[in-house]
């Protein structure tokens, strides 16, 4: 008992010594933990950071905290926390978002982007910071200033972000020295370009990867769009036995080797050679990287079928094959990688069927592929069954390809699937009830076919996730949504776009009750049902485009909504109400044309919608005048206000625009003169102001208006002779020039031959007189399109005997139209000379002398209008060459002979043609007097030509004149000797006494024979 009692008293003893100790340990402890986190940097380090910031640009005060003795408390500065050492310096700026601004970067926003970054000179002070391991410079912006050397002497550092920085010259081969470097980034991710104001306008390269030998310790190298111009870079990577990531995109390496004595990239994990323009096969040295997991060869120019040694990459991740140039058929060893998950195969020149490249993927026990791309190649056929093999893919890409038929039922396997894309093919068939089950879909783009068949509640039913749906068809109504009327869905969607396919003629519930959408677009749907007031008070208000064109929607709209982040409003073609909808301050694009909207436009315009750049509302009912405040909408690019009931003045403040390409008040009652401040749009493409009130002269100070394609001043009241500055190279660009139904007067100027780029011209209908220039044989007439920007108005031309009415196809149109002037003197041979030209109009005119014989070089012409002129001499048969002509009149002229056949002219059967000429014969006119003319030589190549001095309208005449001149002559003649006895008699004793002479002589002849 006592022996227990002394050892309890002995282990209790112990038990308090080690308490005490504990205590004491952690008073120890904790003391020493406060001394080494309250550890400052050291001075000398410090006065070096504050001689590096001296050297530095900072605009925007980045370094501001760079102030006081302890700093390691500065912005971006580590300490070591035991020594105080400066082991970190991560100075990185702000990343450029290329989301934000993909389409357009502002030149103000360049500018102040640049100015945010951190710039200047890097100072050798930093130096004193021997111990710095840690060293980040990137995203900044340093003018094009060499990489400094001095950063080679670093003998800690791991780590160097120099990327995005704007760096310049040769990488310095010092570089090689940092042998305990691990991590090294030189890339330059963004190459953004406005007004020749660029982010990074620096080269950065290198011609010799030498110095890489020496960075023996390096896992991670990035060189993205940098210039490398050495033949060796593969053999010097090579010798990086540590190397995990390699990024060498956009580089311009000049060759990839097929083989490698030895692949020394055991560790290899990331290879990307993309957008380069390699012209290779795939290399076999690929398959040695086992231990690769994403590999991107795209933006090259790799051919061939790849090696089927790539089965050896079991342990591949991810392999990006994205934008090659590849030939032939899918190999279907892809089948074999088992562990793959992403394979990319887009932008390729892939074709054939994939029948075979599906089911290659049942020899693995399950399926590891979670994302296929087969996008922007040429595969045909249909999609097979084996499609169902992948039930672990979460996203499949089958864009813009030439698959038709049906989606397999097999979808319906795919129950991982959240993303499929399949727009873009010649897809003819339906759509299975089984895609219904594809509950974990979220994106589903099926645009761009030819879809056929219904859509019920089947295959919408268990789509809860869907949040993305946009589907089109080629023809209108081959795609019926045949869903109840009542019925609710489960989803509620974000972006919905639904074009030509039928939906209406009701509004369904199911689109009624989307109440969450950003981005909606119900294109030619058929919907002619009127939609409430409450569904547009229903939308988001973060609701970005609405599209409800193309239908026969009615009702009135509400004014008073307010969508802060709409920025497209197209509503045209349809059947709406009331006063302009003007729902967004921040609204792009409103485009309202073809309705039945009222009223006047409202006179704070610039206030509404001071952002609109597309202002498209004609074809309605608006009224009263153009208010002056449209002049101050400094973003409008494209105003459209023809075809309404405006009256008054055209504004004359428009000297305040900048940004105005396209200008089209035509089709209403405006008056007055044309103001002058019309020629300060300097960027002025299209100008059309016909069919209105307006007078007075065109304004010369439209000459400065030097972008100027379109000018359609027709159906007004302009006068004045036409302006010489027109020619000048003013307007080196004009391509439309239309004049017509003014009091134009003067001749056409010498001048307006200088307009190359022309191809329709008309100036009917005026009181233009002289001769037509032969010079417009300059016109180069174009065929091939051009540049011209249209109106959804469209423009008006006389051609094929009728007015008809161009939009976009007018860029094709070559057109000359003087019909209904004063014209004199021949129509120019040269004319002959602008073979692509389509119409022809020289009609109610008083032109005189032939028609050109080579008429028949015009061989694209169309239409042929010549009547109610003087001219005269036959038809050229060239004429019968002109294949494609479907209008001709040659009325009302004085033309003769023989209308020509052959070929096209045999269609011409209506006599209208050719009536009011008459000395013209043949069909379809009566035939000619005994067909005589059957023994004329031919008029063309016969002999009648140009040389003939006129020979050839003299023997016509001649023998035309024949037959009368016989008759008269005989009757002459004959109707003498009836009436005088005393003729008869010695006329009937001359022929006997010439009877009896001519046998006396027949006699003698043959008494000497």
């Keep these: 008992m006592a022996n227990n009692t002394t050892f309890l008293s002995l282990l209790l003893v112990r038990l308090l010594f080690l308490v005490m100790l504990f205590l004491g340990s952690s008073s120890f402890l904790v003391n020493n933990m406060t001394k080494l986190t309250s550890a400052k940097c050291i001075e000398m380090e410090r006065k070096a950071l504050v001689n590096f910031k001296h050297g ?154 030498k110095w890489l030998s020496g960075l023996s310790s390096l896992k991670y190298l990035n060189m993205q769009n940098l210039e490398v111009n050495d ?31 030895f692949v020394n990239l055991t560790l290899l994990s990331v290879l990307d050679i993309s957008g380069n323009g390699l012209i290779s096969s795939i290399p076999n040295w690929l398959s040695n990287l ?80 979670m994302s296929l791309s087969l996008a922007y190649n040429s595969f045909e056929g249909e999609l097979p069954d084996s499609i169902g093999i992948l039930n672990n893919l979460q996203r499949l890409d089958l864009w813009g390809n030439s698959f038709w038929g049906s989606i397999p039922k097999s979808i319906g396997n795919l129950s991982s699937l959240q993303e499929f894309y399949l727009s873009a093919n010649q897809m003819n068939g339906t759509i299975p009830e089984s895609f219904g089950q594809l509950s974990k879909l979220r994106f589903l783009y099926l645009r761009s076919n030819s879809w056929e068949g219904v859509v019920t509640e089947a295959q919408l039913m268990n789509l809860t996730r869907l949040e993305d749906f946009r589907i089109s068809t080629e023809k209108f109504g081959s795609l019926i949504f045949n869903v109840t009327y009542e019925w609710v869905p489960p989803f509620r969607l974000k972006i919905l776009e639904i074009e030509n396919c039928l939906v209406g003629p009701r509004f369904p519930v199911w689109l009624q009750v989307q109440n969450e959408l950003t981005h909606v677009s119900l294109t030619n749907v058929g919907i002619a049902d009127t939609i409430a007031e409450e569904w547009f008070s229903m939308l988001s208000s973060q609701v970005v485009h609405l599209d409800l064109s193309n239908n026969q929607i009615k009702g009135k709209l509400p004014i008073n909504l307010e969508y802060p982040e709409l920025y497209t409003i197209d509503l045209s073609n349809n059947c709406f109400e009331g006063l302009l909808p003007l729902w967004s301050t921040n ?93 300060s749009l300097s960027s002025l493409g299209t100008l059309l102001l016909s069919s209105n009130n307006l007078n007075g002269q065109i304004p010369q100070s439209l000459q400065n208006c030097s972008n100027i394609c379109i000018i359609d001043l027709g159906g007004n009241r302009l006068n004045g002779k036409l302006p010489l500055w027109i020619g000048h190279n003013t307007t080196p660009f004009l391509e439309l020039l239309r004049l017509r139904s003014n009091s134009f007067r003067g001749s056409i100027p010498q001048q307006w031959c200088n307009l190359k780029s022309l191809h329709i011209l008309d100036l009917a209908h005026n009181n233009l007189s002289g001769v037509i220039p032969t010079c417009f044989a300059n016109f180069s007439l174009s065929s091939n399109g051009s540049s011209i920007t249209i109106s959804v108005d469209q423009i008006s031309l006389v051609a094929k005997g009728r007015e008809l009415r161009y939009g976009w196809t007018l860029q094709f149109v070559n057109s000359i139209d003087f019909s209904a002037n004063s014209l004199v003197g021949e ?183």
């Excluded at 790539?310 to 899918?330: A, C, P, Y």
Aim: hydrophobic share 40%; with cysteine.
């Design 587 to 679: 609204a792009s694009n409103l485009i309202l044309y073809s309705n039945l909207f009222s009223g006047p436009i409202p006179s704070n315009m610039d206030k509404l919608m001071p952002k609109v750049r597309f202002l498209l509302l004609s074809k309605n009912r608006l009224n009263g005048t153009i208010p002056s405040s449209i002049c101050t909408m400094k973003n409008l690019e494209y105003l459209v206000l023809g075809t309404n009931q405006l009256f008054g003045e055209l504004p004359h403040c428009w000297n305040k625009f900048q940004m105005l390409k396209l200008l089209d008040v035509a089709n209403n009652s405006l008056s007055g003169n044309i103001p002058s401040s019309i020629g």
């Design 56 to 209: 530095l640009k900072d605009h925007t005060g980045s370094l501001s905290s760079w102030k006081g003795e302890d700093c390691c408390q500065w912005r971006g500065v580590g300490c070591n926390n035991i020594t105080g050492h400066v082991v970190k310096l991560d100075l990185r700026g702000k990343a450029f978002d290329s989301n934000e601004y993909y389409y357009y970067v502002p030149k103000t926003f360049v500018l102040h982007y640049r100015r945010s970054r951190l710039g200047g000179k890097i100072s050798s002070s930093l130096l004193k910071l021997k111990y710095l391991n840690y060293l980040d410079l990137s995203s900044n912006d340093f003018g094009g200033i060499r990489i400094p050397k001095f950063l080679s002497m670093f003998e800690n550092l791991r780590y160097l972000n120099l990327s995005c920085s704007m760096f310049g010259g040769e990488i310095p081969s010092h570089l090689g020295n940092l042998s305990s470097l691990n991590y090294l980034d030189l890339g330059d991710d963004y190459l953004i370009w406005f007004n020749e104001v660029s982010l990074w306008p620096v080269d950065l390269h290198t011609s010799n990867l």
């Design 290 to 369: 086992t231990s690769l997991t994403k590999l991107d060869l795209s933006v090259n120019h790799f051919s061939g079928v790849i090696s089927s040694e790539f089965v050896k990459l079991t342990s591949l991740e991810d392999l990006d094959l994205f934008s090659n140039r590849f030939e032939g058929q899918v190999p279907i060893f892809f089948g074999n990688l088992c562990m793959l998950k992403i394979l990319d195969l887009q932008r390729n020149n892939f074709n054939g069927e994939v029948v075979e490249f599906f089911g290659a993927f049942s020899g693995c026990p399950t399926s590891s592929l």
């Design 231 to 261: 033949t060796n870079w593969l053999q010097l990577v090579n010798m990086l036995p540590n190397l995990m990531e390699l990024h060498l995109p956009g580089c311009g390496l000049p060759s990839l080797p097929l083989s490698l004595p």
């Design 827 to 1009: 129509i120019p041979e040269e004319i002959t000379n602008l073979v692509a030209l389509g119409t022809l109009n020289f009609s109610m005119n008083y032109l005189s002398g032939r028609i050109p014989e080579n008429i028949g070089n015009l061989r694209n012409l169309e239409t042929l209008d010549l009547s109610n002129n003087n001219l005269s001499g036959p038809i050229p048969q060239s004429l019968s060459s002109l294949f494609f002509l479907n209008h001709l009149n040659l009325s009302h002229n004085n033309l003769v002979g023989k209308i020509p056949t052959g070929n096209q002219l045999q269609t011409f059967d209506d006599p209208s043609i050719y009536e009011g000429n008459p000395l013209l014969c043949g069909l379809p006119l009566t035939k000619c007097l005994g067909d005589v003319t059957s023994n004329v030589p031919p008029l063309n190549g016969g002999g009648l030509n140009h040389s003939d001095n006129g020979n050839d309208l003299d023997m016509a005449w001649f023998y035309y004149s024949m037959g009368p001149g016989f008759v008269v002559g005989f009757w002459v003649v004959l109707g003498t000797l009836l009436i005088k006895k005393t003729w008869r008699h010695a006329l009937f004793q001359f022929v006997e006494n010439m009877t009896e002479r001519i046998t006396l002589m027949i006699a003698l002849r043959r008494a000497r024979l």
